[in-house]
T-cell receptor, first 112, second 118 residues
């Protein structure tokens, strides 16, 4: 186990709703990266947080947003949910911006 | 941006055989290449990684080789066991810049489903 935890483990939402996913980083890690993994695909980078600021973003629309807290835990918020947002959302923590990333178990989101 | 291609998409071997998974990347600026193993219902688990200043790295039954000129890297698993069965992902990291600060975006391959038959 990596020590990275995520909550909830899974949830179901309807189209147009908003969702917040949470991640607690491994002890000693100050950087959190978020990824979206569609079924049968590799993870896709959403964004990375370092020292409570977004520090790099992938090809995702602004309705995907996040926060990092002083204890380095992080939240991913998705507004106006679409059916295609159904996926496994993974967070990964690391001890720096370009250090090895260790993944949590993920949150499986289903949008109906 | 970076693009990573991974082959094969599925691989079936007998217990004790070797397994090889290959990846190619497009951005010559990438300098870090991790491999992750993902079991059903779990997040990816780092199994080995290599940086661009070395050509090979080994950890017990697992090894990774890197050819920077050809921009490809491979995972080698020897003496496979049924518990090696999982989805394996390669990834490449480009040192991207945002506002003058680098960030570590991993670009993943499409994954290889490895099945080891007892």
């Amino acid at each position: 186990e990596t020590g990275v935890t995520q909550s909830p483990t899974h949830l179901i939402k309807t189209r147009g709703q908003q969702v917040t996913l949470r991640c607690s980083s491994q002890s000693g890690h100050n950087t959190v990266s978020w990824y979206q993994q569609a079924l049968g695909q590799g993870p896709q980078f959403i964004f990375q947080y370092y020292r409570e600021e977004e520090n790099g973003r992938g090809n995702f629309p602004p309705r995907f947003s996040g926060l990092q807290f002083p204890n380095y835990s992080s939240e991913l918020n998705v507004n106006a949910l679409e059916l295609d947002d159904s996926a496994l959302y993974l967070c990964a923590s690391s001890s720096g911006l370009v250090e090895t990333q260790y993944f949590g178990p993920g949150t499986r989101l289903l949008v109906l | 941006g970076e693009n990573v291609e991974q082959h094969p998409s599925t691989l079936s071997v007998q217990e004790g055989d070797s397994a090889v998974i290959k990846c190619t990347y497009s951005d010559s600026a990438s300098n870090y290449f991790p491999w992750y193993k993902q079991e059903l219902g779990k997040g990816p688990q780092l199994i080995i990684d290599i940086r661009s200043n070395v050509g090979e790295k080994k950890d017990q039954r697992i090894a990774v080789t890197l050819n920077k000129t050809a921009k490809h890297f491979s995972l080698h698993i020897t003496e496979t066991q049924p518990e090696d069965s999982a989805v394996y992902f390669c990834a490449a990291r480009e040192i991207a810049l945002a506002g003058g600060t680098s960030y570590g975006k991993l670009t993943f391959g499409q994954g290889t489903i490895l099945t080891v038959h007892p």
